[in-house]
């Protein structure tokens, strides 16, 4: 395999926040080692760790891109749509992210209940104590499943546990796309599609859902993201081009675990794709 080449722009990474495994300090201080200049953090449904993340950046001399990932959903499909450039103290975006928010408490409620019929014991509060004041995500509930020995590891406990139509599955209506795209705009963000490859969906399918998110004023496609191919590269690119939307990239890194998407680890746009704003420097 091609080894990825290292980008000084960085648009899509997890803190504590949500479900990465580094504090919004540490992150950056990770993304500052590896050379990166210009850094979004886009923790899920949140933006609290922007401050934290701002002060950092700023003490190594980084741009700091204030970012989300907003959870969506369109249709039947949950989507991951990026704010990028927003203003965290906008009310409109913090009354959506407050709603969502509350969603994913109802949530992480139901998981939990699956999960202790299914022997974990006091699912709900040892999620809670894992996120630390943070969102509740799947990637917890996965932590959790196996520190109670359930599954020896994250892929296993997606597949038999927290994946679609698996047994502690809990569907969920998150935002509606327009409400999303508005949080964004209205707080100065531009809007990404992020990782269009990871939904699982027809190529029509997913040519329709870019149909829609431009229709609806989306702005751009996360072409490059940590796990990218050079086929999903090129496919995204012509995306990009055949809906006229811009192109942005991003590692999605959650922490040093995951060894595939390391900060800064993501391929450079390619030529004919328009950057979004936020990579000028
Ligand atoms: P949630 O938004 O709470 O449903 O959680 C979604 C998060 O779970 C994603 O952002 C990923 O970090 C993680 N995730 C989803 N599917 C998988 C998977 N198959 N393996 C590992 N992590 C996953
Ligand atoms: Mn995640
Ligand atoms: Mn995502
Ligand atoms: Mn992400």
Request: charged share 20%; with cysteine; proline share 5%.
């Amino acid at each position: 395999m091609l080894s990825t080449p290292m980008s000084i722009v960085d648009l899509h990474c997890h803190s504590t926040a949500s479900d990465g495994e580094l504090a919004p300090e540490a992150v950056v201080a990770e993304a500052a080692a590896a050379g990166v200049k210009t850094l979004a953090l886009t923790d899920h449904d949140t933006v609290d760790g922007l401050d934290a993340a701002l002060r950092a950046t700023q003490a190594h001399g980084m741009r700091l891109v204030p970012g989300i990932e907003i959870s969506v959903t369109l249709d039947r499909h949950t989507l991951h749509v990026l704010g990028l450039g927003i203003d965290p103290s906008a009310p409109v975006l913090r009354s959506g992210l407050a709603e969502v928010q509350l969603k994913r408490a109802a949530r992480a409620k139901a998981i939990a209940a699956k999960l202790e019929r299914l022997g974990v014991v006091n699912a709900l509060q040892r999620a809670e104590d894992m996120a630390s004041g943070g969102q509740i995500t799947r990637s917890h509930f996965a932590r959790l499943l196996i520190e109670a020995g359930l599954v020896k590891d994250t892929q296993r406990a997606f597949k038999r546990y927290l994946g679609q139509g698996r047994q502690a599955y809990v569907s969920s209506q998150w935002a509606h796309l327009p409400d999303a795209l508005e949080w964004i705009h209205n707080s100065g963000g531009i809007a990404v599609l992020a990782h269009p490859f990871k939904y699982p969906v027809t190529r029509t399918a997913r040519h329709r859902i870019l149909k829609t998110f431009k229709e609806l004023g989306g702005d751009a496609i996360e072409v490059c993201c940590g796990t990218s191919d050079a086929n999903e590269i090129s496919e995204a690119a012509r995306d990009a081009l055949e809906f006229g939307l811009a192109g942005s990239i991003g590692s999605d890194y959650h922490g040093p675990d995951q060894p595939w998407a390391k900060l800064g680890r993501v391929a450079p746009l390619p030529g004919g794709v328009t950057p979004i704003a936020a990579m000028r420097h």
